[in-house]
């Protein structure tokens, strides 16, 4: 890697806000030696051509020896950012490849077939006469073959130990704030009726909570899955159902393997955790330490994670297996006007499931009261969990402005989001896990609501196991992390202008609680929050049928007051406990962003 030529990499014709000098600050960290640099970027600062700028500082096959490591990854967990980056002209040197499931067949009659179950995964031997052409081995061999290659952090994971995709010299990582959380994720084998083929040719044991029996029944459907397996492979041709069966019981051995050898080995530093009845099975592992050194850091020689919310480095480094010794955390200053991005605190009270009941009605009144103050201007509000969403779209219907508002379940999430973004009208929509990887720019979005504080469900067991063990600061700072980005989906320019509104006063706990792993420039966000002067809750003005409006530019308005003190109490455990209710379709992460070989 030569970073001396970051400034000159950066593709676009000129810097604007902090780029130059978040440029030259990374240059720096890589000379003095560190492996990893994380770079604290907040929302607006062009991260993809920071990215960019780092990845051309990777060795140029020209300057290398033969076996030296050449070119540099680009990976995101998020399936909307890498659609943007294939969107952006200035980094269109990226050569993006997509799994399979993402492209289709081009052999006569197979048009609507994806890749992964066309004929040449079908057929023994199949010699495809077109395979030069085919759109995803084309895209795959360019995208192997060019300096700089992207893809989905879930393909990535996907081909390490490939042939095609080898290690390069650097990899970049956007979004990289959850990547632990990612490869717990990634990790986690669900075993059931749905996901095991051959689960009706084996005995589901009791082993809840028993890593040792979880080994001995992985163990056993291996050879249960390999027998099926071999009789699959024993046939000529198959169909796109047995092509499919295969595939998933290929896929299926190789991480039960996996989870059997890492269990195994007494130098592996994951914790597994097993979740079980006589229906299903579920191996979860607990910082993955080793599975992310042979998916991610195996893959490059220098790293470069990128992320508005790495919030505290020798946290983040404990939970994905970095030394902190030998990682540097760059902070790019936020270029935003403070008075274009304000905090409100609209608080009526706690969301905890045992206070839900009384706290809901006077939270749906000050969401009509917003949107009374928004008349003309678009909004989302954050539900957190399906079972909110629907109570909260019930209210307001009862108020009668159910006509303004938009909602969704897990299978309407994308059409839902496109529609109402597509809309013309002020409508408010209801939504649910889409605090990340949303962009409202400008009248996309001027206002929002944020119902409820997003700690975690502390029935996971992974999320008790950790609490079990006082592991207070990690669950403060994931519920932060999520806060600080929801509150930047808003505001996306320095001319953008956008308001957020607290609606939890378990929020407010959250801030003082975890304070000290607030950035800089969101901690000048809490401190300058204030409480509104809200109109009456009038469905008539709230229906836009009145004229009036709210610049939201200016900072404060008549009658507000400097919001400094939390009186939500004190947060517990059992205060999520419904958590789990959230829908696990295309509005979970999961879902949004999985994206298959």
């Known amino acids: 890697m030569n970073p001396e030529r970051i400034v000159a990499e950066f593709p676009a014709p000129e810097f604007r806000g902090a780029q130059e000098r978040a440029l030259r600050d990374v240059r720096e960290a890589f000379e003095a030696g560190n492996d990893v640099v994380l770079v604290r970027a907040p929302t607006g600062s062009g991260k993809s051509l920071i990215a960019r700028a780092i990845m051309g500082c990777a060795r140029r096959v020209e300057d290398a020896d033969p076996v030296d490591a050449t ?4 990976t995101t967990p998020q399936v909307s950012q890498l659609d943007d980056v294939a969107e952006d002209d200035l980094l269109e040197d990226l050569k993006l490849i ?7 067949c081009i052999l006569p009659g197979e048009e609507d077939t994806p890749v992964d179950r066309a004929p040449c995964a079908r057929e023994r031997g199949y010699d495809c006469a077109v395979k030069h052409r085919c759109p995803y081995f084309s895209d795959r061999a360019i995208a192997s073959s060019r300096e700089f290659a992207a893809m989905t952090l879930a393909y990535f994971m996907r081909t390490a130990g490939s042939e095609v995709f080898r290690k390069r010299d650097v990899c970049v990582v956007d979004e990289a704030h959850g990547l632990a959380e990612w490869a717990e994720m990634y990790a986690t084998i669900d075993l059931n009726e749905h996901t095991v083929p051959v689960w009706e040719d084996v005995r589901v044991p009791d082993v809840d909570g028993d890593p040792d029996g979880a080994v001995n029944f992985a163990e056993h459907l291996v050879r249960t899955c390999e027998g099926a397996k071999d009789e699959l492979l024993g046939q000529d041709e198959l169909t796109p159902e047995e092509a499919a069966k295969r595939d998933r019981l290929q896929e299926l051995i190789s991480e039960l393997n996996w989870f059997v050898e890492d269990y195994e080995d007494p130098e592996s530093a994951t914790t597994w955790v097993v979740d079980a009845d006589d229906q299903s099975v579920t191996v979860k592992p607990m910082d993955p330490e080793r599975y992310l050194k042979h998916t991610v850091w195996d893959r490059a020689n220098k790293h470069a994670l990128l992320s508005a919310t790495i919030l505290n480095k020798e946290a983040f480094c404990r939970s994905v297996g970095l030394d902190p010794s030998n990682v540097a955390l760059v902070d790019v200053e936020h270029t935003f006007p403070l008075e274009h991005r304000p905090l409100y605190d609209v608080t009526q009270g706690k969301m905890t499931y045992e206070e839900r009941e009384t706290t809901l009605p006077k939270l749906a009144e000050t969401v009509v009261r ?20 629907e109570k909260l779209a019930g209210r307001l219907e009862e108020f009668g402005v159910g006509e303004r508002v938009r909602t969704h379940d897990s299978d309407t999430r994308d059409a839902e989001l496109e529609r109402w973004k597509a809309s013309d009208d002020p409508e408010v929509f209801v939504a649910v896990k889409m605090e990340e990887a949303l962009d409202l720019a400008y009248d996309l979005g001027r206002w929002q609501v944020l ?13 008790a196991a950790r609490l079990a063990d006082g592991q207070w600061a990690w669950y403060y700072r994931t519920a932060l992390r999520t806060v600080i980005q929801a509150c930047g989906r ?8 956008g308001a957020t509104y607290v609606a939890d006063s378990s929020i407010l706990d959250l801030f003082d609680r ?16 204030t409480t509104p002067d809200l109109p009456e809750p009038d469905p008539a003005a709230a229906l836009a049928e009145s004229s009036g409006g709210v610049d939201q530019v200016e900072p404060t308005y ?3 007051s400097r919001s400094n003190t939390s009186t939500s109490g004190q947060h517990t455990a059992s205060d999520d406990r419904d958590d789990g ?3 696990s379709g295309s509005g979970s992460p999961v879902a949004d962003v999985w994206d298959a070989e």
């Open 370 to 389: 917003v949107m009374a103050r928004h008349p003309d201007e678009k909004g989302i509000v954050h539900a957190h969990s399906y079972d909110i969403a």
């Open 451 to 463: 119902c409820k504080a997003p700690f975690l469900n502390t029935n996971d067991s992974r999320v």
């Open 558 to 560: 008549a009658g507000e």
């Open 581 to 583: 209710k959230r829908g």
């Open 98 to 104: 997509r799994g399979k499931s993402n492209y289709t």
């Open 490 to 497: 808003v505001v996306r320019a320095p001319d953008d202008h």
């Open 71 to 74: 070119g540099a990854y680009y």
């Open 514 to 529: 975890a304070r000290t792993d607030m950035p800089p420039w969101f901690e000048d966000q809490v401190d300058a929050m």
